[in-house]
Each structure stands twice: as C-alpha cells, then as structure tokens.
C-alpha cells in the first residue's frame, strides 16, 4: 500500500556532503508533515528535520546550518541535503511522513556513514 522509501545513503568522509531523498507511493490523498529522524548504534531515534506542507521547517540544533530539508508535493518526495558532515552524523537516516491525514508512516531507512 503506501510507502516511503529513502535512498542517497553512503559513506562519506567528514567535511564531505550527502542527499538523502525520500519517495512517497501507494493510494495517497494527503501529505501533511514530513521529517526525518535518524538513530545511531545505541541511542533512541532523533528527529533531524521537519517541513510542513506549506514549507515550514524546524531543525535539530545539531544539524542547524548544515542540514536543509526540503519537499517536492508534486512529485511526493522530501530530501535532505546534509553539509559539513561529522562522524557524530553517522546513523540511520529514517524518513517519516503523515499520510492521508492519520497514518503515521516510516521508511526503513539509509544508512549514513561519515568517516574521521
């Protein structure tokens, strides 16, 4: 049925940049929020970004700056351009969205790997 699905995952040297994309399918109506959250080895999940549908966003302090999330309605994706990044990034990058107004839904997730 519906599905979000990450990609643009990878190993990248510290300094270096990432593109993380998020594509939403099935029988979708309505996108309202969409984030993404990441966890790594040991910790809970965190939330990294959050845009609404009308373009508002809100970020993690750790990421301000170097992370910018951003949405194409149209097309169903959001995607998050990581700069600058740390080996304090590494982790599971999650997509998350709110799908037809009650179904919060996740991807299974990218990994993201930046090296020292």
């Known amino acids: 049925q519906v599905q979000l699905v990450e990609s643009g995952g990878g190993l990248v040297q510290a300094g270096g940049s990432l593109r993380l994309s998020c594509a939403a399918s099935?029988?979708?109506?309505?996108?309202?929020?969409m984030a993404w959250y990441r966890q790594a080895p040991g910790n809970q999940r965190e939330l990294v970004a959050r845009i609404t549908n009308g373009g508002n966003t809100n970020y993690a302090d750790s990421v301000k700056g170097r992370f910018t999330i951003s949405r194409d309605n149209a097309k169903k994706m959001v995607y998050l351009q990581m700069n600058s990044l740390k080996p304090e990034d590494t982790a599971v990058y999650y997509c998350n969205a709110l799908i037809n107004y009650n179904l919060d839904q996740w991807g299974k997730g990218t990994l993201v790997t930046v090296s020292a």
């Open positions: 099935g029988r979708i109506f309505s996108i309202n929020d």
